[in-house]
Each structure stands twice: as structure tokens, then as C-alpha cells.
């Protein structure tokens, strides 16, 4: 069984910064991929960015430029950096993992944490 446990939302105003991490753990062989999915009111959940076990990254265009993803395989965890921050990126944002373990394949989601952008 692995968790994944996130921290860092919270409330911050237009055009500042916000640090997530996310922190894996149980019986874990590797992880080949984490990221990021957020949900805001209203609408589908998308991909905000996503980092494979080489350091390969993938961004959503509307986060392109002010957000950075990054990961510490010592640790299991991955972290989302993001700057200039705007209201429509007001939203649940949730972990996921692709992980192998010794129990098989599985793809592990956090609980989620909320966004908001508002002065």
C-alpha cells in the first residue's frame, strides 16, 4: 500500500508564489512518473505538469513559463513551484504517482489540496 501525502496549499494573492510537495511512501520499487492534476469549480480535471523518472517534464500551456515541477527520487517526492500566480488557477490541486511495488503496478493519487488565488 503506498500514500501520498501533499502540503503547501493555502490561500495567496494574484501575481504570488506558492510551493506544493508531495511525499510518497510504503513498499515502493520505483517510481517512473509523478505530477500534478488540479480541478477548479466547474470544471474537468487537467493536467498541470508531470515528470517522468529521467527528469523529462510536461507542462500545461496556462501554467507554461511561472510554474516548475521537480522531483528528489531519495525522498519519493515531487514538488510544484508556482509563480505569478492568477485567479482561474484557483483549484484542488492532486498528486499522482505511477508507481512498482512489490505488490504489483499501481497509480496512487493524494487526497488533494486547495488553491486559492484572491486579493
Known amino acids: 500500500q503506498v500514500q501520498l501525502v501533499e502540503s503547501g496549499g493555502g490561500l495567496v494573492q494574484p501575481g504570488g508564489s506558492l510551493r506544493l510537495s508531495c511525499a510518497a511512501s510504503?513498499?515502493?520499487?520505483?517510481?517512473?512518473?509523478m505530477g500534478w492534476y488540479r480541478r477548479a469549480p466547474g470544471k474537468q480535471r487537467e493536467l498541470v505538469a508531470k515528470?517522468?523518472?529521467?527528469?523529462?517534464?510536461t507542462y500545461a500551456d496556462s501554467v507554461k513559463g511561472r510554474t516548475t515541477i521537480s522531483r528528489d527520487n531519495a525522498k519519493n517526492t515531487v514538488y510544484l513551484q508556482m509563480n505569478s500566480l492568477k485567479p482561474e488557477d484557483t483549484a484542488v490541486y492532486y498528486c499522482?504517482?505511477?508507481?512498482?511495488?512489490?505488490?504489483?503496478?499501481?497509480?496512487?493519487w493524494g487526497q488533494g489540496t486547495q488553491v486559492t488565488v484572491s486579493s
Open positions: 515528470i517522468d523518472s529521467g527528469g523529462t517534464t
Open positions: 510504503g513498499n515502493i520499487i520505483s517510481i517512473y512518473v
Open positions: 499522482n504517482a505511477d508507481i512498482r511495488s512489490y505488490s504489483g503496478f499501481f497509480s496512487s
